[in-house]
């Protein structure tokens, strides 16, 4: 059976070799450099204690020093599994997930065309080559030298020129190449009206574009003249050229990738040359289309973070979001990318050109993660200042995020996201004083960890003057959600609102809200916070009696107590806020708007006091329906009547 041209190509770019070896040999960690694809280990084919068996898995070969085996994964499976060639193709393609093609007679014969259609194109890319030196390239050489490229990058990159006329159709038919040929190639076109086939490249500076094996597949022109109707213009799909599989200078930039270079994704020709001229030698582009998942595939296999580089502009950033919405459900451990942006209106080849080599190797450095620019796309310009469009927020990151398959995976972005969120939306309040309102303002400042415990005095806490019953309340509510923290989700944003008293209580209400989710919440915080600010919390006596601490993991009955508990401290931490609001109001007469705000405020209260009845919400029930501890040492509230009248008890 014949195999269809690219079939064997295609199944060694979706192969890593290290794995297809690494399921026979045992690799030397010690000589290895995994991140770089340099693998050794002691040879599978002959007997030896030393590690001689070396793996490129950038190129995909390998090579013993001692019994001198070389190949590639096809030959290795060959030799170790003992079968024979289509026995190992067939595999390979099915952990590539590659379905072997159906028998095709006419496979050899496409085979055969393919190999003449890349001799036609080199005989095409030494044409324009040739063609640069005439005196009709005058303007495509000064244009070259002003975009900073010589006579040896030139020759290097093998730029050739197309004239207006006496092109490569007569060159090559010329040289009696068919002319079915030419236009096979993508060389030429037939005409639309019936005339003569014509020439596709005319009048425009040539890019030859080779496959990851060097050889040329295909052409880019960039045009000379300003009213060109394309500025640039790739060949056509052919036998030989899908340029959504193709990436310029793929093969040379494999190899830099290889020898730790890293890998750059840039826009077109121009940008990649200027790259690779500066020294950052492992620069790519796709061609005429935006970035597929075939690109990533081939991007994944030589660097595990390929840089994209975008142009600052509106397009460029435009392009880096789509390449995330293609890239989120293809991202496994260790396969992600990263994005730099180039300065607005800028694009590699001028950062290079205007600001030198070391703003770009900064830029390059300087690079974001993925989840920084899907943060970036959802929140950039918008304002989030009413609960709806932060459920839309909300909303928007959730989908993205489900788009991605490893779970693992998922779990970690929906964390950074959460990170993220919190610094957009964390408050910092500040004191109030001389009876005017609180101000509020956002704080997107990083969250520093204390260094060492909070310290907090008497009067902080229980001494003169504070609200007891409100500090009180504000443990019970910490203490639950610490000790069950699956009902965190329900009274997230009852939490994101509550105003603290005590300086500890603002430090652990603000890292539970930051570790939501977190596996194992409570370790999360001590680890944070420390572990006196957690002792200090549970060693409370109405902790320990009148809180969900009391059933940790109990989710209905820490349902109950958080929301019995909020309920009560919001109501009475809002009248105060109504009674100042109201003070401030009064500039004349008191009117009925007035008078109403302030009953409404006192019937909260009354309401949120009264919860206890028919419609409670239980720490624990009795038959009566009242809250009782489970030893009968009282309700919440009885502990709370019992801490007041020892506070206020003369010594």
């Known amino acids: 059976m014949s195999l269809p041209p690219g079939f064997l190509d295609e199944l060694r770019n979706r192969l890593s070799l290290g794995q297809v070896v690494g399921r026979k040999v045992m690799w030397d960690t010690r000589k290895s450099n995994q991140g770089k694809g340099d693998l050794w280990a002691p040879c599978p084919f002959h007997q030896e204690k030393s590690a001689s068996f070396h793996v490129d898995d950038r190129k995909g070969f390998y090579y ?61 890319v030494q044409h324009f080559r040739l ?42 038919t010329g040289k009696s190449v068919a002319q079915d040929k030419v236009i096979a190639a993508g060389l030429a076109a037939e005409s639309d009206r019936g005339g003569a086939p014509y020439d596709r490249f005319r009048g425009r500076i040539i890019f030859p574009i080779r496959d990851a094996r060097g050889r040329a597949i295909a052409l880019g022109g960039r045009a000379m003249a300003a ?30 990738a290889g020898k730790g270079q890293p890998l750059i994704v840039a826009e077109g020709y121009m940008d990649v040359i200027a790259l690779s001229e500066a020294g950052f030698t492992a620069a790519v582009a796709p061609l005429g289309t935006a970035v597929t998942e075939h690109h990533l595939a081939l991007l994944w296999r030589m660097a595990d973070e390929p840089i994209i580089a975008l142009d600052g502009d509106t397009a460029g950033l435009r392009a880096a979001m789509r390449t995330i919405d293609i890239a989120l459900p293809l991202l496994e451990a260790g396969k992600s990318l990263r994005f730099a942006i180039m300065p607005d209106g800028l694009d ?3 950062v290079l050109k205007k600001q030198g080599k070391p703003a770009m190797q900064g830029l390059i450095d300087g ?56 610094e957009l939306f964390s408050i910092k309040r500040t004191p109030s004083s001389g009876g005017q309102r609180q101000d509020w303002s956002r704080s997107n400042s990083k969250w520093k960890k204390p260094a060492g415990p909070v310290q907090t005095s008497k009067s902080s806490a229980l001494g003169a003057g504070a609200d007891v019953e409100s500090h009180l309340r504000e443990a019970a509510i910490l203490a639950t959600l610490l000790s069950t923290p699956s009902v965190l989700s329900a009274f997230e944003s009852d939490l994101d609102r509550l105003e603290t008293q005590d300086p500890d209580h603002r430090v652990l209400r603000d890292a539970i809200l930051r570790h939501a989710g977190a596996a194992d919440l409570k370790q999360v915080v001590n680890a944070e916070v420390g572990a006196a600010v957690l002792e200090k919390l549970f060693g409370q006596a109405h902790v320990q009696l009148g809180s969900g601490a009391r059933k940790p993991g109990d989710a209905e009955f820490a349902h109950q107590c ?68 489970k030893d009968e040492k009282g309700s919440f509230d009885d502990l709370l009547s019992r801490i007041k009248f020892a506070k206020d008890r003369p010594e």
């Not at 900073?148 to 006496?166: M, V, Y």
């Not at 640039?232 to 830099?256: Q, V």
Request: glycine share 6%; proline share 4%; with cysteine.
């Open 227 to 256: 009213d060109a109707r394309a500025k640039y213009l790739n060949s056509p799909e052919t036998l030989l050229f899908d340029k959504s599989r193709t990436l310029y200078n793929h093969g040379p930039a494999r190899e830099a």
């Open 64 to 124: 013993c020093l001692g019994c001198h085996a070389k190949g590639d994964a096809i030959s290795f499976v060959r030799e170790t599994e003992n079968v024979g060639f289509m026995e190992a193709v067939q595999i390979l393609a099915g952990e590539a997930g590659m379905p072997m093609p159906q028998r095709d007679p006419r496979a050899q014969e496409k085979a055969d065309e393919r190999t003449e259609l890349v001799d036609v194109m080199e005989q095409a």
């Open 367 to 422: 690079a974001i993660p993925m989840v920084q620019l899907l943060w970036r796309r959802e929140t950039e310009g918008k304002v989030f200042d009413s609960p709806e469009r932060k459920a839309a927020l909300d909303k928007a990151l959730r989908e993205k995020i489900k788009l991605i398959q490893d779970p693992s995976i998922r779990n970690h972005y929906g964390q950074a996201i959460k990170d993220m969120r919190w």
């Open 348 to 350: 590699p080849d001028d």
């Open 131 to 172: 063609n640069l030196n005439t005196a009709a390239a005058g303007d495509a050489r000064d244009y070259l030298g002003r975009r900073g490229l010589d006579a040896d990058a030139q020759a290097r990159w093998d730029i050739g020129f197309a004239p207006d006329s006496g092109g490569v159709l007569a060159h090559l």
């Open 562 to 629: 958080l929301k019995e508990s909020f309920a009560k401290l919001f109501s009475r931490q809002s009248q105060p806020k109504e009674v100042v609001d109201a003070m401030s109001d009064i500039a004349g007469e008191v009117d009925e708007g007035l008078t109403w705000r302030l009953k409404m405020a006192a019937e909260a209260v009354v309401k949120a006091e009264k919860i206890q009845g028919a419609d409670s919400v239980d720490f624990e029930k009795a038959d009566n329906g009242a809250l009782v501890d």
